[in-house]
Each structure stands twice: as C-alpha cells, then as structure tokens.
C-alpha cells in the first residue's frame, strides 16, 4: 500500500479509529492490532512474501529467547550468527544471487572457462532491506546485552512489522522502538497534530517535488544520448531532487503516522542539502542506515582507531557495502566508492567533524563562504547521484562524458522543456521552505508556534499545491532496496 | 482526542464545502474549451445539451472526424448533419456517445458510421479528460467508464478528487474563466486538417508490420445489438469503410477477414456497406498526412464521393431514410 494512494487516505483513518477507541485502554490489543494492521498494509502488495516477515520474526524471536537463557558464550556467538546468516541470506538470495552468479560467469568466461548457469526468476521484496537490518539490530543488541530479549511475541512482530517504517525505515533500533511496544500509549493532542503537519510535508516532498522532477529526470537519463551536457547535468540535478523528495517525504510519512498512534520514530533526514562538506552530508542524510552501518560495521572493524590505512580502509568498505545495500548493480558500488573518496580527505586532514552545527545559524542567509560550500557539496553529490541513477556502468560513463563536452556550455533543452518551469519554481518554494524551517525537525514544524490566523491558510494552500501539481504517481525509490 | 477530531473537522469542513464548489466552477469552465483533451468538449457539449440538431449523425473514431465533413453532406444530402467522431476510442465508447445522444436529443434519420481495423477491438481509456466535467454522479458515464482502467470509484463519486494532480484541466479552466476565447474547436464535430504526409508512417511500418485486428467478442455483440436496436428504432445505418493508404493496408495482415465481417453485419440487418479500401484515392499520398487519416483535400473528395454513393444506393437497402 502505498502512502500516496488513496487506499492508505482510507486504511490510515480505519486503524486509527480503531486503535483509539477499541483498543485504547489494552496495550495487547493495541498491539496486536498494529500486527493486523502492518500485515494488511505490506500484503495488499503482495501476500506472499508476508511469510518472510513472519519467518524472520520467528528467527530473530527465538534467537533473542536462547540468547536470553544461554550464558555459554560460545553457543551465544552461534545463535548470533544464525540470526546473521538467515537474515543476510535472504537478502542474498533475493536481492544479490543474480548479481554474482552474472558476475562469477563473466569473471570465469574472462579466464576461458564458461560457465553453464541459471540465473532465477526474483521478485525482490519490498523493504527486504529495512526490515531484515530492523531484526538483525535487535538480534545483535540481545547478543551484546545493551537490550533485553523480549518474551513478548505480539509485541516484538509489531515492532518488526510496524506499517509505517516497514518497507522504506527508518531503520530503527531494537534500543529504541521495541521498548515503545512495552507501554501504554496515551494519546497526546500536541503529538497527533505534529503528526499531521509532518505527514503534510511528506505527501508534498513526494508528490509534488519528487514526482514531478521524476517525469524530467527519467525523460532525460532515458534519452541521455541526445542531450547536450547542460541539459544532463538539468537532470542529475531533478534527480538529486527527487529521490530527496521521494525519500525524506517517505520518511516524513512514516514518523508522522507514527506519531498518530504515540511512537517516536528516529530522525532519516536533517536538510543535507544544506551541507557545507561531504562528512556533514552523510550526518544529515539517510540517518538511520548511516548510523546502522556505523555501529554495527564501522565500530567493530575498528572505526577511526589504528594507522592511517586502517581508517581509509574502514572508510572504504562502509561507504561501498553501503552502496551495495542498495542494490546488486555496480552502479551503487561506484556510487558508494566515490562517496568514500570524497569523505576521505576530510577524514585525512581531521576535516570531517568540523561543520556539526546547522548552517547559518540564527541567519536569514548565508555567508559567500557557507553558501560557496553548499553549492560545492551539492555538485559532488549530485555528480555521485549519475552513477545512482544509471542504469549500469557504461550508462554512467556515457552520461558523464557528455557532461564533460563543449555541450556543456549551450543551453539546456529537452521535450517539453517549458512544462517544466513550474516544477522548477515548486522546487525554489521547497528549497525557501527547508532553508527557514531548517532548524526544526522537519521543514514546517516552527508552524506549531504560529498562530491558526497564518499556519491553517498555509496548510491549505500546501493541500492546494498537493492537489494542483500532483506528479503522476511514481513508486518510492527506496522501495526497491 | 475530543479536541483534536473537532479541530480535524474544523480544518476538513471547508476543504469538503469549498471542494463541492470547486468542482462546479472548474467544471463548468473547462467544458467551455474548444481545445483542450483534443478539442472533444464542444462534441459532448452538443450531445449533453441536446444542440446536435441532426438529422445525419457520423460515428466513428478519428478517421469519422476528420473524414467527413457535415457541411459537404449536409449539401449533397439535404440533411443537417453532426459528426460525432471520437478520437482513439473503437466502437465500445462510441456506443456511448450514441445513447447519450438519442437520450438527450431527437433521434436521427441516418447515421453514417465509419469503420476501421479497430472499430470492434477493446482500447483503453484514451484522452480521460475528456470526460471531466461529465463523469460525476452520472449513471451513464460511470457504467461505461468504470470497465477502463483510469478513473477510481471515488472519482465518479466525490466531487473535485478527478481533478486531483490535473494541472492542465485546470489551469484550461481558469483560462477560460478569464479570457472567454479560446482555439477554433471542431466545426459540428468535424476537424479538417490541413497536413501533408508526416513522418507517422514509418513510424506505424515498424509498429505495424505484420499486424493482425483480433475483434473482442463482446464489442462485437454489442455492435451488433446497436445495430439491431437502430433497426428497431427506424434509423437508417450505413457502415462505410474510408479510405486507408494503399501502403499502410498492406501491413495489416486480417483486412479483408475484417472487411467481410463488416459485410456479414450488413446483410444480416439489410444495410448499405460502402468499402472505399479500393477507391483511387488509397493510392494516393498527396490526400493523406499518415496511413490511416486523410488531409482536408482528401476528406473533402472523399466525403463528396461518399454522399454521391449513398445517393446512388438510395432505395437499395430496406433501409428509408428520406
């Protein structure tokens, strides 16, 4: 089900209604309708692949129980891993098994030698990603001991399952949501309103800034071979608004609706594009899987500890297997790997902690400097965004050599190049927006201090934009990792 | 929770009140476009508002509307005459057009109904906002839209939800609130159009090699009650096939299969069958801008052809229409 259909407009008001008023005073039921109600909401795109969320629940489940009655460290470490390797093998089989089979064939008809094999016929599920890093989380926190393991089998599904950040996060901890499960909500006016607002902003990211730049820039990574290099740098430029638009207002979403029913989800997006350097950059974007692989990959290969080449090499291997998380195709490698060569000089030259405030702070604008920087980490960025978006390797080369050519100096100009000014002026409205409202938690939450006179027409006239220039319908992005 | 769902319906009531009217206002303004959703408003303006004031209806999809030209029938028959032509849509949507029409207007003596490859296939819901400012709360609109894939049950049910994402529709809409003018629309129905031959061609060679019509059973059931209904009803039908480039017809493997059922159709219900697929003027391409669609010169040649055949075969069928 997705957030933007008119399907979630009735299943939202439906749970919500029945979660307050049926289940209010029964946290099991509440619960166990927020189970019902993830399973409903992830099976109405395919039922099939419910099993995998109830088997992984089962798994992580019953390994969270033997690690709680075994105190043999050895046969502790064993249930570890099998949490690991049945989680990462699903994530094998389903998302990667194609990928290295195509790559073992190519490598070994290199060497004269091939290969008779059969690739399978996959469909990937969705949020396999998420939720498969959600279980493992808690998997390895009960191992480490900084969580209890849970006897609560209701309570842990809904945190597996939980509809709102099932299928594109955030990835949340085990620490933090699974305790959630564990106490009576109680509706609160404040957080249900700040839900609302927040869930506001999310459909407008989406629909009207991530959709409408996705019909540019799939128009012109498509047709990449007849544009000149300023118009392919127009569209890594809609892309680079896009899958902000279509993520962070997912994101949005998901911790809006969580408010409704009394969760706190973590923060996924902290206005990267306000980002003076890279380090900053990967601070503000994609929170919860940064911080997922920096915890539970980064630290325990050591971290920013040892020599030098220790550090880049750790930095290396995040950054790429990061990419690779994404999806089987080298293009999220490449995309991981340039990210990292982009992080390590900073890292080199202990730059990468240096901009940890917000930019400009208590500013209308910023100075030369800080705005020379944004724009700097925006390019980069956006350029590592080509690799993203090809659809492999030459594509990308192709696209970034006409970038690189005397057409990058002509004036961008695609089909339907005018439809697109008000996709651009929406876009500057968005980019004023994020800027003001930079130092909340999303960009209109400083709206709860002003008064219903001047937040309620601006609420309407973003229904009204949603309505007007709604985009055709295009799926997440992050769905399909 | 008592406040907030009283805020919410604070907040939502002018939304739902305003949305009502709103509906109303873009509605009304948008089906005064000549142009706009490929310039079908003033055809389902005439049809609603019982203004077809016709004594011949031409049906078809966009080979009626841009082949026949009313006013050159309307001389050389002496009946006024409206063309109903829909463009992309085969028989299922024009059967719609025809019981919109004869609800809301007098019944025509004759109805000259254009035929093509595709008259009896399924489409899909082609240039859907068309039906815009039509389709809410309208029995006759939902039952036939509803099986088309494109519009949602709400759609036809809540006011202003079609209108969600229809920029276009409705920036037309205030276009024509405040300017009033707009593009020269379809002159009763019909559009010359003055093209020569185009690219179109190859294009169709390609997509179109080797191509075989496959009729869906039932529109074919359907065109067949319409035409036992009109027989039923005393209105003449004659079924005529235009003119379709000689190089394009080589293309389509099925023609004459197809042709033969549209014979078959006519001696079942005694009705004249005009097949123009060998008419000189199929080889020539100086008459049409794309295989399939004629230019202004070649409509008006063909449609004086035309109404000079169905003179000459009046009295031949059971069929009185004068």
């Not at chain 1, 539970?296 to 040892?306: K, Q, V």
Request: hydrophobic share 45%; with cysteine.
């Amino acid at each position: 089900m997705l957030f933007n259909s008119i399907d979630f407009a009735i299943f939202l008001p439906i749970v919500f209604g029945l979660y307050w008023f049926v289940a209010a005073n029964n946290l099991r039921l509440q619960n166990l309708l927020i189970v019902v109600a993830s399973y409903i909401f992830y099976g109405w795109w395919d039922w099939r692949f419910l099993s995998l969320i109830l088997f992984s629940t089962l798994v992580d489940y019953s390994v969270g129980l033997g690690l709680l009655k075994q105190v043999n460290p050895t046969k502790r470490k064993l249930l570890l891993w099998t949490s690991i390797l049945i989680n990462l093998g699903f994530l094998g089989v389903f998302k990667y098994y194609n990928f290295f089979l195509d790559n073992f064939i190519t490598a070994f008809s290199f060497f004269g030698t091939d290969i008779q094999a059969t690739s399978l016929n996959i469909i990937l599920p969705v949020g396999i990603s998420f939720y498969t890093f959600q279980t493992l989380s808690y998997s390895i926190d009960v191992y480490n001991r900084r969580l209890a393991a849970t006897k609560d089998f209701i309570a842990f599904s809904a945190f597996v399952s939980f509809f709102p950040q099932l299928v594109a996060g955030p990835i949340e901890r085990a620490t933090q949501l699974l305790p959630q499960f564990y106490t009576r909500r109680i509706f609160d006016y404040g957080k249900a309103v700040d839900g609302l607002r927040q869930i506001l902003w999310g459909l407008f990211k989406k629909i009207v800034i991530a959709d409408n730049c996705a019909r540019y820039a799939n128009l012109i990574f498509d047709h990449s071979e007849s544009y000149s290099g300023s118009t392919l740098v127009l569209g890594a430029v809609f892309f680079a608004f896009q899958i902000y638009g279509d993520f962070s207002g997912y994101s949005d979403i998901a911790i809006g609706t969580s408010r409704l029913f009394g969760f706190d989800l973590m923060r996924n997006f902290n206005f990267p594009y306000f980002s003076r350097d890279i380090a900053e950059f990967w601070r503000r974007w994609h929170i919860s899987l940064s911080t997922w692989f920096r915890d539970y990959l980064y630290i325990p290969l050591g971290g920013n500890r040892g020599d030098i080449w220790s550090k880049v090499r750790n930095i290396m291997i995040i950054f790429i297997v990061s990419g690779f998380w994404h999806g089987a195709n080298w293009t999220f490698i490449a995309w991981g790997g340039l990210n990292a060569l982009f992080f390590v000089p900073l890292m080199l030259t202990k730059n990468n902690r240096t901009n940890m405030d917000t930019v400009a702070q208590g500013k209308l604008l910023p100075s030369l400097k800080e705005a020379s920087m944004m724009m700097l980490t925006f390019s980069m960025t956006t350029f590592a965004w080509i690799f993203f978006r090809a659809e492999n390797m030459g594509h990308a080369a192709s696209y970034i050599s006409t970038i690189f050519s005397r057409s990058l100096f002509s004036a961008p100009h695609f089909a339907d190049a005018m439809l697109a000014i008000p996709t651009m002026i929406l876009t500057i409205f968005f980019i004023a927006m994020e800027w003001i409202g930079r130092d909340g938690q999303y960009a209109i939450q400083h709206l709860n201090r002003r008064p219903k006179t001047l937040s309620w027409p601006f609420y309407y006239l973003i229904g009204g934009l949603i309505f007007v220039f709604a985009g055709s319908s295009q799926q997440f992005i992050y769905f399909q990792f | 929770m008592n406040k907030f769902l009283n805020r919410l319906c604070i907040f939502i009531l002018p939304v739902l009140i305003a949305g009502a009217f709103m509906d109303t206002w873009i509605s009304a303004n948008l089906r005064k476009s000549n142009s706009h959703a490929s310039k079908e408003y003033p055809t389902w303006n005439a049809i609603l508002d019982g203004k077809l004031d016709a004594d011949v209806l031409i049906y078809g999809s966009s080979r009626a509307w841009v082949h026949i030209d009313p006013s050159i029938v309307e001389d050389s028959l002496g009946l006024s005459t409206f063309n109903l032509g829909i463009d992309g849509h085969t028989f299922d949507m024009q059967y719609l057009r025809h019981l919109l029409a004869l609800k809301n207007n007098p019944k025509p003596k004759l109805i000259i109904h254009s035929l093509d490859i595709g008259t009896l296939q399924r489409s899909n819901l082609y240039n859907p906002d068309q039906f815009l400012p039509y389709m809410l709360w309208d029995e006759a609109f939902y039952d036939k839209l509803s099986k088309y894939e494109g519009y949602s049950y709400f759609d036809y049910k809540i006011p202003l939800i079609r209108y969600y994402g229809k920029y276009d529709a409705i920036k037309t809409a205030i276009k024509m609130r405040l300017s009033r003018t707009d593009d020269a629309g379809r002159v009763r129905g019909y559009q010359a159009r003055d093209q020569s031959w185009n690219a179109d061609f190859e294009n169709a060679k390609m997509a179109m090699e080797g191509y075989k019509a496959i009729s869906d059973s039932l529109t074919e059931r359907l065109f067949d009650s319409y035409l036992s209904e009109c027989k039923a009803d005393g209105i003449c039908v004659i079924l005529v096939y235009s003119p379709y480039y000689i190089e394009g017809q080589e293309f389509i493997e099925n023609q004459s299969e197809v042709i033969d059922m549209y014979k078959r159709f006519a001696r079942k219900y005694d009705l004249l069958f005009l097949d123009f697929t060998k008419d000189e003027i199929c080889f020539d391409k100086k008459y049409f801008y794309n295989a399939s669609h004629m230019n202004r010169s070649g409509a008006e040649l063909f449609t004086r052809k035309l109404c000079s055949q169905i003179l000459l075969h009046r009295g031949t069928t059971a069929c009185k229409w004068q």
